[in-house]
Structure formats: structure tokens, C-alpha cells
């Protein structure tokens, strides 16, 4: 059996704000609510189900994107006036990162959990496998 991770919940101060953000950030649809959620799914088909709450720890959320669709959700990061930074600590104040050869970023919601995008999974690419 291939085990597969199929949502998580987002724990959020304003559920559908947060929801939207991230949403319009990273070109996808939040979705209609749900019971107690606002869902946000992404293309492998994972689901980050927004909800009100109050007095949680911040999470992380990475999100690995195609090269060519950086720029955007980077311009996007910029435009919505969200903090941005290079470094999962926080370093590197409105700087990119270039780990493993490809482009990343963090970036806090409104929630005021750190999110990211990156171009390149940690540890780099797999190599490819030579058939002979």
C-alpha cells in the first residue's frame, strides 16, 4: 500500500483570509467552506483545510513549485506586502535562497505561519538512472 499525506489543518485567526492568501500566492482557488474549513488543494491533490483558531504554534509548509512558475508566485509574495526571507530562521530579509541549484523562498501568512516555494526538493534532483 503506497501511503499518501491527503490534507492537513491549518490552524488560522481568519480562516478564509488566510485560506485566500495563500491561495492567490500560489495561483491556485480556496475553495467553498466545508464543515469548520476553507480548503486549499494542491496539484498533487493535497488539501490544506484552513480553520479558525486561536493560541496555536505557527507551522511550515513547503510547496515545491516548477521553475517557471517562480517568478510569479514571487512577484505575488512581493505584492502582497507579506515578509519574505531567504532562510528558515528568518535570515536573509527579502532575499531568494539558491539551495541545490534551484530558487526558493519563505514567506509568512497572515496567520503568521512560514511558508515556502522552492524549485528544487531538498538534497537536489535524484539522479536519472542509466539503463544499459
Not at 512560514?114 to 539503463?131: D, F, I, N, Q, R
Request: aromatic content about 10%.
Amino acid at each position: 500500500m503506497s501511503i499518501q499525506l491527503d490534507h492537513i489543518i491549518v490552524p488560522a485567526p481568519d480562516k478564509r483570509a488566510s485560506a485566500e492568501f495563500l491561495a492567490r500566492i500560489l495561483g491556485l482557488e480556496a475553495g467553498a467552506q466545508t464543515g469548520p474549513f476553507i480548503p486549499v488543494t494542491t496539484g498533487n491533490g493535497v488539501t490544506l483545510d484552513f480553520m479558525d483558531a486561536d493560541g496555536f504554534r505557527p507551522h511550515h509548509c513547503a510547496f515545491l513549485v516548477p521553475d517557471e512558475e517562480f517568478d510569479g508566485i514571487f512577484a505575488r509574495i512581493k505584492e502582497s506586502g507579506a515578509r519574505y526571507y531567504a532562510h528558515p530562521d528568518g535570515s536573509g530579509a527579502g532575499e531568494i535562497n539558491t539551495r541545490d541549484g534551484g530558487r526558493g523562498v519563505y514567506f509568512t501568512d497572515p496567520g503568521g505561519h512560514a511558508m515556502e516555494v522552492l524549485t528544487v526538493p531538498y538534497g537536489g534532483w535524484a539522479p536519472a538512472s542509466v539503463s544499459g
